[in-house]
């Protein structure tokens, strides 16, 4: 799916509702807009998703031999 960018003028008091609203049920503005549009994004093939992450990690490993990725992220995550 190819998606484009826009840009939307809206009253300020109009965009904070909307961001507050987004805050409140933990979703992003451009996801609260289009489930108000009534857009809805098709799910992933979860098969093929994992397929290809376990293509990438199995080219990574080879690449770099004894470097434990998974250790290095979190490692990152718990850094900051």
Avoid: C
Wanted: charged residues 25%; glycine residues 4%.
């Amino acid at each position: 799916m190819n998606w484009v960018t826009t840009n939307l003028r809206l009253p300020e008091d109009n965009y904070m509702e909307l961001k507050l609203t987004a805050a409140r049920q933990r979703t992003s503005l451009n996801a609260l807009i289009r489930n108000r549009l009534g857009i809805t994004i098709q799910p992933a093939n979860k098969g093929k998703f994992w397929h290809l992450i376990d293509q990438y990690a199995k080219t990574v490993s080879r690449k770099h031999p004894g470097i434990s990725f998974s250790q290095k992220l979190i490692a990152d995550r718990y850094e900051q």
